[in-house]
């Protein structure tokens, strides 16, 4: 079985900075795409960032200010985030498989049937 770990968010005030971290078990191979989306309060499922082949994607209002990397040899995704804002907040979801690509994101809620999802980890930044 598949499971995603998502760790290191937190509350910070506007301007600072935290780092995610996701750590996949099981049958994840090394090419396997893998992303980060939030969901805000009252939000639906936002696509942040995906690390996919060597290659990086950022939505827009991450740009310059979010950074993904990717450790094979661990399992593990990173998101460092920077000059963190208060529209930043939202819980945080890793996900892995074979759906996390630019053009898709599910409908409400950070969960669908095409990929493997972590539990969420909020972050909250205050003003």
């Known amino acids: 079985e598949v499971q995603l770990v998502e760790s290191g968010g937190g509350s910070v005030q506007a301007g600072g900075s935290l780092r995610l971290s996701c750590t996949a078990s099981?049958?994840?191979?090394?090419?396997?795409?893998m992303g980060w989306y939030r969901q805000g309060p009252g939000n639906e499922c936002e696509l942040v960032s995906i690390s996919s082949h060597g290659s990086t994607y950022y939505t827009d209002s991450v740009k310059g200010r979010f950074t993904i990397s990717q450790d094979n040899a661990k399992n593990t995704v990173y998101l460092q985030m920077n000059s963190l804002k208060p529209e930043d907040t939202a819980v945080y979801y890793c996900a892995a498989g074979p759906a996390v690509v630019p053009h898709y994101i599910p409908e409400g809620d950070c969960d669908d049937e095409y990929n493997y999802w972590g539990q969420g980890t909020q972050v909250t930044v205050s003003s």
């Open positions: 099981g049958f994840i191979t090394d090419d396997s795409p």
